[in-house]
């Protein structure tokens, strides 16, 4: 059985009973025994998956227009690509033969993406920027100081690498960016692995949410193709400063409703 966990619930009581909901279907397809996965089962079963995660989207495409979410794009894009790739699996013929594989296929996807873009992604939903999203300030601070000079030194990275995007008068810029992005990318898994390390030592009893945040964004990171971007134009320009913003995020998300959690828990241990 896949769970919803409580790290997976954004605050917003709709999308979080659209996402409950698409873990009921995926456990629900999940739990047929073998005998009535038939190829007229499995394929009514992967419509109704992919016709409700249609539905999903739109009703989160349309939360987000209304509160005019700077992440829509990003997130219509992600959707998009979702969206293509389940199409292109159920679209295969299903016959006796195939039809129970191609449910044990599909299904992990599909758990694997949701959990992913939940944490990564739809967490930002409603989120608002601050008015200085590279400010480390107190209210950030864990009171645990190995973390908190990490916090600062990924906040130091994030905001060098969007002065960097903006300097106009900057030429051959691109080299300069690319290496400040793939050092984000080292330093986060690093930190990462310093944080779950001390929230293993201190028996921090909700390490396992703090896991699948890290993986999904560490995911994010990676996929992201440094050398799609060859040269710094308008629409790289664009496409920069939105990862940068989406980044910066969240960053702050993170730290807020998770990370702060680390330090209370050690305090009251103590």
């Known amino acids: 059985m896949y769970q919803f ?56 495409e349309a939360y987000m227009s209304e509160h005019d979410d700077p992440e829509l794009p990003l997130q219509q894009k992600e959707h998009a690509a979702f969206t293509a790739h389940v199409q292109a699996l159920i679209s295969q013929p299903l016959t006796e033969e195939n039809a129970s594989a191609m449910l044990d296929e599909i ?16 967490m930002m939903i409603g989120k608002l920027t601050p008015s200085d999203p590279f400010a480390f300030t ?33 030429h051959d810029k691109y080299d300069e960016i690319i290496h400040l992005l793939d050092e ?12 779950e390390d001390y929230m293993k030592k201190i028996g921090f009893p909700e390490l396992d949410a703090q896991i699948r945040a890290h993986t999904a964004f560490v995911d994010k990171l990676m996929n992201i193709d440094l050398d799609a971007l060859d040269e710094i134009d308008d629409h790289q320009q664009e496409y920069l400063l939105e990862l ?7 960053l702050v998300n993170h730290i807020l409703k998770m990370d702060t959690k680390i330090g209370v828990f050690e305090r009251k241990a103590h």
């Open 107 to 122: 299904l992990p996807y599909l758990i694997r993406w949701l959990y992913r873009h939940i944490l990564s992604s739809d």
């Open 244 to 250: 940068i913003d989406f980044l910066a995020g969240w």
């Open 5 to 60: 966990t409580e790290d997976c619930l954004i605050g917003i009581e709709q999308i979080d009973e659209e996402h409950r909901k698409l873990f009921t279907l995926i456990n629900e397809a999940a739990g047929l025994p073998s005998e009535a996965r038939t190829p007229k089962t499995v394929a009514q079963i992967l419509s109704q998956l992919s016709d409700y995660a249609a539905t999903h989207f739109a009703h989160e």
């Open 184 to 195: 984000l990318r080292e330093y986060t898994k690093y930190h990462f692995n310093d944080e």
């Open 138 to 170: 107190a209210k950030y601070h864990t009171g645990i100081q190995q973390i908190d000079d990490e916090h600062r030194h990924l906040f130091d990275i994030i905001r060098d690498t969007n002065t960097l995007i903006h300097n106009d008068l900057l």
